[in-house]
């Protein structure tokens, strides 16, 4: 078995389609099941939005869980412009496992996101000239990797041919995906390693018993709901006469967001309102007015909560046959309020986009994305995708 613990959601199910793409028997669960017997388990959970000695207590708790499984090993994934509480989670991963250090390979290169030389770089630039400078949670304010991670002057940063020091936490730059296969091959039983969903392609690459398949899109049909519940990226929606790529668009009330708790009486009409949308033409969109939230300071974890308390309502007003999630913090918040703790991957539609099953519901399926990445053309469709 191989092991993951991700930190947010929807980078469990980017390695879970990873998984699903090199034929692994693949699961995404919340908890550690002692009887697990897939190939690949990721532990998904949501640290990111957590405060930083909680986020430790769970990853701590959770390796401890993992390694009484016996796993091959277990892969650390972090966000790919580095967002999170990085250099605690592995420290306290370092303690709960006995490994003496930890090899972080920061960025994506697939997707433009390099660590070059003590800079990170974006689409070309240094991140902190990006939008990410105004990520509402972890905002980039500087390109220099040990300033981005908030680390202290402890954290060593070594180059290709540098020798690995025996102990402590290590950054590793990677400009090209040659470097992440030198980092790969560096990489022995006493390192924890740390990266992207680009570094662990090329981890399973590395492996002499994984082996690429194909796999066949689910049959199409149903009641789908997209839940746009990043705050970062809503200005891409490109309306007409109201509809995004012909689905209607509900924006959650301004009330709804100014609201200090999650239950806003709000909710019910705008839920209902949403479901009557479904029942009508099949899909509908929630998502957050970027005009509206340019102006106002808001809190990201209620958010999602709110968000999360209006996508129950829909499914108590009208049977859905696919929820489609943007953010991972909205994502894992959803899936606490519908009680989902196990997910199987089924299709991977695009890089980050996968669509899986839910454990124990032949009804309800989920796709899930980051905030960061866009939608692929194919869940346009006015009917997509059914669980099989």
């Known amino acids: 078995m191989i092991a993951v613990i991700a930190d947010d959601l929807t980078g469990a199910a980017e390695l879970a389609g990873i ?54 090993f277990i892969f650390k994934k972090i966000d790919s412009v580095l967002r ?35 800079t990170f770089h974006y ?5 902190h000239l990006s939008d990410f400078a105004n990520d509402p949670t972890f905002p980039a304010l500087s390109s220099n990797i040990i300033e981005l991670l908030r680390a202290d002057e402890k954290i060593q940063l070594v180059k290709k041919d540098d020798k690995l020091p ?45 082996q690429k398949v194909e796999t066949t899109a689910p049959e199409t049909t149903g009641r789908r709901l997209f839940v746009f519940g990043s705050t970062f990226y809503q200005g891409k929606l490109n309306l007409s006469d109201g509809r995004h790529n012909n689905i209607p668009v509900h924006y959650v009330p301004a009330a709804t967001i100014c609201a200090e708790t999650s239950g806003d009486n709000v909710h019910a009409l705008f839920a209902s309102h949403v479901a009557s949308s479904i029942v009508a033409g099949n899909n509908a969109i929630i998502a957050i007015n970027p005009d509206f939230i340019k102006h106002i300071k808001v809190n990201p974890l209620l958010l999602s909560h709110k968000m999360a308390d209006i996508v129950k309502q829909v499914i108590d007003h009208t049977s859905l046959h696919e929820l489609l999630i943007e953010g991972g913090a909205t994502a894992w918040a959803i899936l606490e309020r519908l009680n989902i703790k196990k997910l199987y991957p089924s299709k991977l539609i695009a890089p980050g986009v996968i669509h899986m099953r839910v454990a124990g519901n032949n009804q309800l399926c989920l796709t899930l994305k980051p905030g960061s990445y866009p939608w692929p053309a194919p869940v346009w469709g006015t009917n997509n995708y059914t669980c099989i």
């Open 166 to 210: 025996a102990t402590g936490i290590i950054i590793g730059a990677a400009n090209d995906e040659d470097d992440l296969k030198y980092w790969v091959n560096k990489t022995d039983s006493d390192t924890l390693l740390a990266g992207s969903a680009n570094l662990f392609t090329t981890l399973l690459e590395s492996l002499t018993n994984s």
């Open 84 to 118: 999170g509480h990085i250099i605690e989670e592995l420290q306290s991963q370092l303690v709960a496992s006995g490994l003496k250090r930890a090899l972080i390979i920061p960025g994506n290169p697939h997707h433009s996101k390099k660590l070059i030389g003590e």
């Open 123 to 127: 689409n070309g630039a240094p991140i």
């Open 19 to 72: 998984g699903l793409n090199h034929g692994l028997r693949t699961e995404v669960s919340t908890t550690v099941d002692e009887y697990c017997d897939a190939d690949l388990l990721i532990i998904a959970t949501d640290t990111r939005s957590l405060t930083e000695p909680k986020a430790k207590e769970i990853v701590h708790h959770l390796t401890v869980q993992l390694q009484r499984l016996n796993p091959r």
